[in-house]
């Protein structure tokens, strides 16, 4: 019984090793991609800007470097916005429907006032400024997803592969939820950096209702199970 046991927790010690260093190759591959694609990005956001402020505000603001210093303060502030967007509020689009839109445009013909065919949609107006700014917060946005890989990658290198498999047999042998001090006790690491080292792996679902503790999903459960060491060829 110990020798069967011992195998399976080198078989998951190896999956755990080899799922960490591929997801950090992954994570790492995607931080360089999101910031190789921020540059052109952040270039036209910034000359989109420039294009405003020296079209808007040519009276106000003469000279090219004050021009570039407006831009660059603009572009901040961008990123500052970006930080502290409502998402939620930004990706809920309303339209006014189609035959009110129509009668505006009719109107605003015949009386030779555009305006009022912006006065008749101004949700729809609405749902244009905010395609608007989630556009200007695709930069800043590719910036913080190449961040935020870049800290999986090193959560990732700084897993611990031995105490992860040690956790993740016991759920394996206990087929139901255990609790995160037992399987800290078990593992033999403290109860933080296991909940840190659990959630970046995909299949470890935390319970909340209770006492915090952890079960896997069938899929993962499976895979681990599943999982032979490679032979190494003498």
Known sequence: MAKQRQKLIDRVTDWTTQFAQRQSRLSWLGCVGAAVGAVPVLFVTFWAIYAGVYVGFSGLISGHAARLFVSGVVLILIFVGYATANWEHLQSLR???SDRLQM?????YATGQSGISLLAGPQTMHSVVKVIAVT???GPGLVDLAL???GRAKLLRGLNAAAVAQALV???EAEKRVSVEELATAASIDAERLML?????DGIVLLQAGE???TLTDELRQELLDHRVPQ???
């Open 95 to 97: 339209f006014e429907s």
């Open 104 to 108: 505006a445009r009719l109107a605003a």
């Open 136 to 138: 200007l917060l695709l």
């Open 148 to 150: 935020r890989l870049a």
């Open 170 to 172: 016991a759920l394996l």
């Open 197 to 201: 080292n659990f959630s970046l792996i």
């Open 212 to 214: 915090p503790a952890f």
């Open 232 to 234: 190494v060829a003498e």
